[in-house]
């Protein structure tokens, strides 16, 4: 990659996988391999049980502040993992992100669980969901600290509409609901620590930098181009890696990343599944901003049923139980079974802390080691990665189809999409055999996918409001949960019948040009519920002024 001093915060990035044939990799340099992988993996995870309960370190972690204190203390107290120092402070920097991440996630689970708590006032939510996301505020209250007005000052200030609601929200609450803002979220905090388990890192993926490998050409031969040699766990001790670089892969790192055989800045990742090693080196271009107007308009709606839909009519991928196949099938059989034991395990446990007959007791202690074992089976992990790699594979198809039918200038056309960042499988309200589709389902790797290929190919990507996009008539705009029954629409006021996938693509595709509820959109952003009335509202008015 490009050093950071000339990265500008608006650029693109994309890895580019190089191979490694398995048939030229010897049991030696595998064994080499593995035992780096384990003992990087060993690394981060003492890492993580040094850093977990550091929460003097919330506020670093989350800004990203925190890699010089890491480096320095890697220097003053090393790990007991034997590794050279290099890999040392790349574990630390795995572990920064891994806490990150479990940061955020908590984050999000306290604020999910504020919105969900209706006893609470619209007002008192707001600011603490707004307030949780916080990487200062949520940083004082974990560590005890109350204070919260000197940030609220600067929101008052703010340009920004949403942070001057949030103030304005702030300013309406009591002062004793103000006080209690921090110790509620400093009481979740401690209780979502209780309950969820420290992260651990399973491995497979090193970071690579110029310290710990070098690339250079391969001479000789034509099964393989090039040479990666990789620092072994052994301190000045490297083995040399076979990769097979394709001609077009080669032209992509010369035209964005000049010189990346020899510059310092070059980092790479190097994956290890099994037999299977590929490194992966990250290349970065600068955003260009498609010039002009788009000629076309182009609805997307993404479904079960089929995975992209098109306004025009088309219909592209197949169904998710189509992808998955037998494999699913025998997965949600292992799921059933999984939970009938871990019930059982349960109600064991609650007998045995309330007997007190030693026979009994050593019979249920046997009854729980008997379900740990069945618990411990990886079948089902497996077979969920399988159905995973599947949806995966089917998604890059159909997105490698999509871009060839917007044809060699997709800047032409305008991709609009549903903006899902806020569904979730929990909130629909569908059985419970379609809300753990939904959690399998990659809904939202299909829309990541294809905005990052848009955007890399200079494409024009939009997000609008998915608000009954599904359930509103394209021709009178009557709004109706009984317009949609399963695959089929049928308008129970005009009676216009078509594919329901494709009506809501053609409401999406419509909505792009809707000032009028984007705004309405964005003024209620802070309460699903209310925005879902509101939209709803505007959207009857118009269907009876239509009438």
Not at 159 to 171: I, P
Not at 218 to 246: D, M, Q, S, Y
Not at 280 to 286: D, G, H, I, L
Not at 309 to 331: C, Q
Request: overall charge positive; aromatic content about 8%; proline content about 3%.
């Amino acid at each position: 990659m490009v050093k950071k001093t000339k990265l500008t915060g608006n650029e693109l990035f994309r890895s580019v996988h190089i191979t490694v044939p398995k048939k030229l990799v010897n049991k030696a340099k595998l064994d080499a391999l593995y035992e780096l992988d384990q003992l990087h993996t060993r690394a981060v995870n003492e890492w993580i049980g040094r850093w977990y309960n550091r929460t003097e370190l919330i506020e670093r972690i989350l800004r990203g502040t925190a890699t010089t204190l890491m480096q320095k203390e890697a220097l003053a107290r090393p790990l007991e993992t034997p590794l050279p120092s290099a890999y040392i402070q790349i574990a630390g920097n795995r572990m920064l992100d891994i806490l990150r991440e479990h940061y955020l996630a908590v984050q999000d689970k306290i604020a999910s669980d504020v919105w969900k708590d209706g006893n609470l006032s619209l007002e008192y939510r707001l600011v603490c969901a707004v307030f949780v996301r916080n990487a200062t505020l949520f940083h004082r209250f974990v560590n005890g600290l109350a204070e919260a007005e000197d940030v609220v000052a600067k929101w008052r200030a703010s340009k920004s509409e949403q942070l001057r609601k949030v103030a304005e929200a702030y300013d309406s609450l009591s002062p004793q609901a103000r006080a209690g803002i921090a110790e509620f979220i400093a009481s979740k905090f401690r209780e979502i620590r209780e309950n969820w388990r420290m992260p651990v890192f399973k491995g497979g993926v090193i970071q690579l930098d110029c310290r710990v490998f070098t690339l250079e050409e391969a001479r000789g031969t034509k099964e393989f181009n090039l040479w990666a040699w990789v620092t072994t766990a052994v301190p000045h001790r490297r083995i040399a890696v076979p990769l097979c670089l394709t001609a077009d892969k080669r032209r992509l790192l010369d035209s964005l990343f000049p010189g990346w055989l020899k510059s310092t800045a070059r980092k790479a990742q190097l994956v290890i599944r099994g037999r299977h090693i590929r490194l992966s080196v990250p290349v970065a271009k600068p955003r260009v901003e498609p010039k002009g107007e788009p000629e076309a308009v182009l609805g997307c709606d993404i479904g079960m049923n089929t995975l992209l839909n098109l306004s025009n009519g088309l219909k592209l991928g197949k169904s998710f139980k189509e992808i998955a196949g037998k494999l699913y099938d025998e997965y949600l059989r292992l799921q059933e079974t999984r939970n009938k034991i871990r019930n059982l395990r349960q109600r064991a446990e609650k007998r045995l802390s309330i007997t007190k007959n030693p026979e009994t007791r050593r019979r249920l202690e046997r009854k729980i080691a008997e379900y740990d074992r069945h618990l411990s089976d990886h079948r089902w992990v497996e077979l969920r990665r399988r159905i995973k790699a599947a949806v995966s594979t089917e998604i890059g198809r159909v997105v490698n189809q999509f871009l060839t039918l917007l044809g060699p200038n997709p800047e032409r056309v305008l991709v609009v999409m549903e903006d899902l960042s806020e569904m979730t499988a929990e909130g629909v309200r569908r059985s419970s055999r379609a809300r753990f589709d939904l959690r399998v389902w990659a809904r939202g790797e299909l829309q990541d996918h294809l905005k990052r290929d848009l955007e890399w190919l200079g494409g024009r990507v939009a997000f609008v409001p998915p608000e009954y996009t599904s359930q509103t008539c394209p021709i009178c705009g009557w709004v109706d949960k009984e317009n949609r029954q399963g695959r089929e629409f049928r308008c129970q006021r005009c009676g216009f019948a078509a594919d329901a996938d494709v009506v809501g693509a053609i409401n999406i595709g419509e909505r792009f040009s809707d000032a009028e509820l984007s705004a309405l959109a964005g003024k209620y952003w802070y309460s699903k519920n209310l925005r879902r009335k509101k939209i709803k509202e505007l959207l009857l008015v118009r269907a009876a002024n239509t009438a």
